[in-house]
């Protein structure tokens, strides 16, 4: 069985990459040792896995066979697995939220089935392979929406009463999908408004005037992107009184260098983009880590009940990916460019209990 929400704190890692690193060659290590990545990160005191996973993927990786086999291993660790669901062939976020091909040109109540079915059927599946998740997203960084242009809310031409009706509609079908498959399934619903508590304000209070029925928030909090730890602690402790449900940021990362490296244009790769405190250093990552975990268990009533960073294991294995572009993500691991393990990753073994 996997953690009980109530039971721990979530050290969470979403390792979507992973499949597609170990099929080109790459290999981690903790010390001198190459060991299995999931396992080294279970040794370190991560109990939660996230993966995404897309409907029909232009090079493979994230469909559902692949995401079958990641689940099994997951579940063989015997680590919290949480699903994210995209609903997309590619990468669904703020700037794109596309419909998948094949539902391109479906009507609105086709595309509600469609949802609800593909939802469905991708937890079923998972469940006869003893690798249920414990959690499903349904959606990924949904602030303006999913499934555009059906479920469109983002910008003030969409931003209507009837866009949010139809994009509500489109999430309980992927709920109704989840719980006809898992009845006890914990629903995550995930905005990448981490640091912006008006924006998180907005979106929450949206899904509680259209009676979207969920479990958790998620939020994605970069911190070059989503303002300061500060900005990060006054949402959270607004959100858990205002909401009263559990919160997981599920998305962060920090650099544990800027130092360029040829074929690798990095998202953070310069001075202004660091933290004040936090330099661009193994050190600096680990004490941005340390502080960010700390932040997340002060969160009022207990509902700060962990986190999961972004692809960790994204060493530069390869050059080509299959999402078409390079990785420009490898200075923000939990492993260094060979593969060996960074000292951040260290500071998770005392921090699985929840606080009282």
């Known amino acids: 069985m996997g953690l009980q929400m109530t039971a721990v704190f979530l050290n969470g890692m979403d390792v979507s990459f992973l499949d597609e690193i170990e099929q080109a060659g790459g290999t981690f290590r903790d010390g001198d040792e190459v060991r299995d990545a999931l396992a080294i990160l279970r040794d370190n005191g991560i109990n939660s896995i996230r993966l995404r996973i897309w409907n029909d993927p232009p090079g493979g990786y994230c469909n559902t066979e692949r995401t079958l086999a990641m689940a099994e291993r997951i579940k063989a660790l015997g680590l919290h697995f949480l699903l994210d669901f995209h609903y997309s062939d590619k990468w669904a976020d703020p700037a794109n939220q596309w419909k998948p091909r094949a539902w391109e040109k479906l009507g609105f109540d086709e595309l509600r089935e469609a949802v609800r079915l593909y939802t469905k059927e991708t937890l079923t599946a998972l469940k006869a392979r003893g690798a249920l998740p414990d959690m499903v997203q349904i959606g990924n960084e949904i602030t303006p929406g999913m499934l555009w242009d059906d479920g469109r809310v983002g910008g003030d031409d969409w931003d209507t009463d009837g866009q949010w009706g139809k994009f509500t509609e489109l999430v309980k079908a992927g709920i109704d999908g989840a719980k006809e498959a898992a009845p006890d399934i914990n629903v995550m ?57 559990d919160i997981i940021v599920v998305e962060t990362a920090y ?102």
């Open 255 to 356: 650099p544990w260098t800027i130092g360029k490296r040829e074929g690798h244009p990095f998202i953070v790769q310069s001075e202004e983009q660091l933290h004040e405190g936090y330099p661009a250093t193994p050190e600096g990552q680990a004490a941005y880590m340390r502080d960010f975990v700390e932040l997340i268990k002060r969160t009022p009533e207990g509902r700060g009940v962990g986190f999961h960073y972004w692809e960790p294991c994204w060493i530069p294995a390869k050059t080509e990916w299959s999402v078409g572009h390079p990785n420009n993500w490898a200075n923000l691991t939990l492993f260094d460019f060979t593969g060996r393990k960074l000292p951040a990753l260290e500071i998770f073994r005392s921090s699985e209990v929840r606080p009282e």
């Open 189 to 245: 619903i995930h905005i990448d408004r981490g640091g912006d508590n008006a924006g998180s304000r907005k979106f929450y209070d949206r899904f509680e005037q259209y009676g979207v029925p969920f479990d958790t928030i998620g939020l994605s909090y970069y911190p070059w992107w989503h303002g300061s730890l500060d900005d990060l602690r006054c949402n959270l402790d607004d959100l858990a009184v205002r909401y009263r449900k």
